[in-house]
């Protein structure tokens, strides 16, 4: 396991309620389709739904010690459900999805996402544009407003130091994960005690990915993902397979 927090009943227990919910959720959203149509206003809340719990089941997968090739099935569900349930809300599944898509290398969800990114005005944002541009270098920011500008700061301040200092860059990153992620936690599937699934800095993993900075402080971190970030490069092979 990646992380002995708890023991193994405990997470085989958590992620066979994971994959229960799974299984609820589509089949609800099977019968919402034949009930009402593939175009009911509920049926992005749907989609939405069962991304979450694709999420949850793939980041205590990660956290449980399962391989790139037992993780990636999840995560495509997760990316590909996520991108139908996208509801324009500020940041939100699409931010993380951009991050996993940047960690991952998940090039062909490129287009899907550019088009929700440009065609909902609540993800048009300096970060998230940032994020999108990781992964499509063609692609230019648009706007200068952050509509979270304390929540991003320390990432526009690893964005900016990498581009002259990319050691630098690595010690306010490594000062985030440290010292800082924790505390922005609220609540959700990570710090819910009765449904603990771990605790994983993917933004951190994707900014690393993105910025081709030298992870190796970063290595004995709590809180950082370093074999997600290391996936490719063990494989040897592109990881979009």
């Known amino acids: 396991m990646r992380d002995d927090t708890k023991t193994v009943d405990f997470y085989n227990d958590i992620l066979d309620m994971d994959s229960h919910f799974i299984e609820s959720s589509e089949k609800r959203l099977k019968m919402v389709i034949e009930l009402k149509g593939a175009d009911f206003k509920a049926v992005p809340t749907c989609y939405s739904s069962i991304s979450h719990n694709y999420f949850h ?122 010292r800082q992620w924790y505390k922005t936690l609220h609540e959700g599937i990570i710090s819910q005690e009765g449904c603990y699934r771990g605790f994983w800095c993917i933004e951190a993993a994707a900014l690393v990915k993105a910025l081709k900075l030298d992870d190796t402080e970063l290595k004995e971190c709590k809180y950082y993902p370093y074999d997600m970030v290391h996936f490719c490069d063990k494989r040897g092979a592109n990881t979009s397979t």
């Open 57 to 178: 089941r793939f980041y205590l997968s990660y956290t449980m010690g399962m391989s790139h090739e037992e993780l990636i099935p999840d995560l495509r569900m997760y990316i590909e459900n996520g991108l139908k349930g996208c509801n324009g809300s500020v940041y939100g599944d699409l931010e993380n999805i951009l991050y996993l898509v940047i960690v991952f290398g998940f090039n062909e969800y490129t287009d899907t996402i550019k088009e929700i990114i440009t065609s909902i005005k609540d993800y048009q944002d300096a970060y998230m544009e940032q994020l999108y541009q990781f992964i499509d270098n063609s692609f230019e920011i648009t706007d200068e407003k952050l509509f979270w500008p304390k929540e991003c700061k320390p990432f526009i301040e690893v964005i900016e130091l990498a581009k002259t200092d990319k050691t630098a860059a690595v010690q306010r990153l490594k000062k985030f994960v440290d």
